[in-house]
């Protein structure tokens, strides 16, 4: 069956590989996923890169099997994924990353945090470069790493040829082309990507010399020969997302993937990235602003990517720096404007958490085994009937003695304390479901406090955001989305597709395929809205949240005052 040109997203997760095949209007036509390895030493989170192809191989072949699509069939691909550390040696094989010196382990995951001590170094040194990444960098970045890599595993250090960002290598192992994205050396390198303002019309992001690249910042924090050789290690050329790498998938990559050598590949993103990709033009007519232009109007939307983390992503015209809150990065996202990136560390991983860690855990599993449903939706059902059996107002008053801090990994955005710490406030014995159901409520709510900060932190400082758009896993949760229309008092708009972030990876393809003019051009095509869920009209709904809020913010702020208290008895 012929598609006339069909287009496949490749994301890497934390767990797993997925691929999913998009009609040119962005339609899914069918989707895979593949579990991968995961190694967890206490700070230290290591996965492979063997692994990870293997299971992107798995993936892609089930996704095209599934959607019926042959190899002709697929005019482009584009990969996305987490914002790891991947070592390769001078031949492309891995360098261990790990004490265990396991070589199959080399990949330091995103969220590992053994360089929290080089992060804190690095910025102590005030490098101008640090003011484009929220005026500090996070042991989430990749300097520190390498910066951690170098003082303790010497041998590693010195056999690596190649450091990489998962995206950029699954793109490399695909092409054979090591260009990277402007995407993840802005994001999480320190790169300037403003440096290629004035060039990139003329150039056509042909694959543009590598200029911003501060070698000073790099010799400073003690990693100068990573700008050595014309700074081969980490990146000689970049590219805007989408442009086409080399000459396509090789003969190896191709067969390994069950598709055509040759096939375009476009330069990748960061799997949130590619999430906004997927979803920043999903506006329904009845939402658009019509007194707004386009430009004006995309400047005003927030996209929440939540998973296991949650990503906050908003673009505007203007540079706007945001204390505690990453970027102003240029052209990250999409080309030509600057992305504000907010996040949460611990979200859909905070839920798991919560709910797995509790006595009524086992119970609430085979409950929800037995009705067909998942543990999240019998909670739902379990929150709604207790709402009704107590009489009150509105679901949300259920958790009025309880109150979530939730950063169990650290604040990212946008107090920016990786060792700011999570609290429940109003524990008791009670081990109950109904119990459970009421701390899984806290927790959302929790959340959902903590991107309100961020919105209204952003705002603040320049930006006008009044509409989210949601996607990712927990966008599925009704609950999760409404609480956080609540209380954060916007609109929140669910794309069509679930797989938002596949959709902007095959945005890539699309793009390297040449089958639109570039990525703004065909997010317009392939995004489309789903459902709008609105904040509660009940100002009984706002007063509560507003009081709540309160209570959210005092926490952080008591947590500051015990440390003080406890750093002075220690002395």
Not at 173 to 189: E, P
Not at 439 to 465: D, F, M, P, S, W
Request: aromatic residues 6%.
């Amino acid at each position: 069956m012929s598609h006339g040109g069909v287009f496949l997203g490749v994301d890497v997760g934390t767990g797993s590989a997925r691929a999913g095949i998009f009609d040119e209007k962005g339609k899914l036509l069918g989707s895979a996923s593949s579990p991968i390895q995961i190694w967890k030493e206490k700070d230290c989170i290591e996965q492979s890169s063997t692994d990870i192809w293997l299971a992107v191989c798995t993936a892609v072949k089930s996704a095209c099997s599934l959607a019926n699509v042959a190899a002709e069939d697929v005019a482009g691909l584009g990969f996305a994924a987490t914002c790891s550390l991947v070592a390769v040696d001078a031949d492309g094989s891995p360098v261990s990353v790990s004490w265990s010196a396991d070589a199959r382990r080399n990949i330091i995951v995103w969220m590992d945090h053994r360089a929290v001590d080089q992060a804190d170094r690095i910025n102590a040194r005030n490098s101008p470069v640090l003011q484009y990444c929220g005026g500090g960098v996070s042991p989430e970045m990749q300097a520190p790493k390498l910066l951690w890599v170098k003082e303790n595993l010497q041998e590693s250090w010195s056999m690596a040829c190649r450091w990489m960002d998962l995206s950029d290598w699954l793109a490399y192992r695909a092409t054979g082309d090591d260009t990277r994205s402007l995407c993840t050396t802005v994001c999480k390198w320190t790169y300037l990507g403003h440096a290629h303002m004035g060039q990139w019309r003329e150039l056509d992001s042909r694959d543009m010399e590598a200029c911003g690249w501060d070698e000073v910042f790099w010799e400073e924090i003690g990693l100068g020969d990573l700008v050595e050789g014309n700074r081969a290690k980490i990146g000689r050329s970049v590219a805007f997302p989408g442009h086409a790498l080399g000459s396509g998938l090789t003969p190896t990559s191709a067969k390994e993937l069950g598709l055509l050598p040759g096939t375009p590949v476009g330069t990748s993103l960061i799997d949130a990235h590619a999430g906004g990709v997927g979803v920043m033009e999903s506006v329904p007519e009845a939402e658009s602003k019509a007194d707004l232009s386009d430009e004006e109007a995309i400047c005003r939307r927030m996209v929440l990517v939540c998973g296991t983390s949650t990503c906050h992503m908003a673009v505007s015209k203007n540079k706007l720096f945001i204390p505690g809150v990453w970027g102003p990065f240029w052209s990250a996202m999409i080309p030509e404007y600057w992305l504000t990136e907010g996040g949460q560390s611990a979200t859909g991983a905070l839920l798991d958490y919560i709910v797995e860690n509790h006595a009524a855990a086992p119970l609430l599993a085979n409950h929800a085994a037995s009705q067909s449903v998942s543990i999240f939706e019998l909670l739902n059902k379990i929150l709604l009937s207790m709402a009704h059996e107590q009489n009150i107002p509105f679901l949300s008053a259920l958790s009025q003695d309880t109150h979530v801090l939730p950063d169990f990994h650290g604040n990212r955005s946008p107090v920016a304390d990786p060792k700011s710490k999570g609290v429940i406030c109003g524990l008791t014995l009670d081990t109950s479901e109904k119990y459970l159901a009421l701390l899984y409520l806290a927790t959302i709510q929790g959340i959902a406090y903590g991107t309100r900060h961020i919105v209204e932190h952003c705002n603040a400082h320049g930006h006008k955001i009044d509409t989210l758009l949601a996607c990712g896993g927990l966008a599925k949760n009704s609950l999760y989305i409404q609480e956080h229309a609540d209380i954060i008092g916007c609109p929140i708009i669910l794309p069509r597709e679930n797989e938002s972030v596949l959709l902007g990876a095959s945005v890539l393809g699309a793009v390297a395929a040449k089958k639109f003019s570039g990525i703004h051009d065909a997010m317009k095509s392939m995004n489309a809205a789903g459902k709008v869920v609105h904040p509660s009209s009940d100002p009984r709904v706002k007063k509560y949240h507003d009081a709540k809020y309160k209570i959210f913010r005092s926490l952080y702020e008591q947590q500051l005052s015990h440390r003080s208290t406890m750093a002075q008895a220690l002395q």
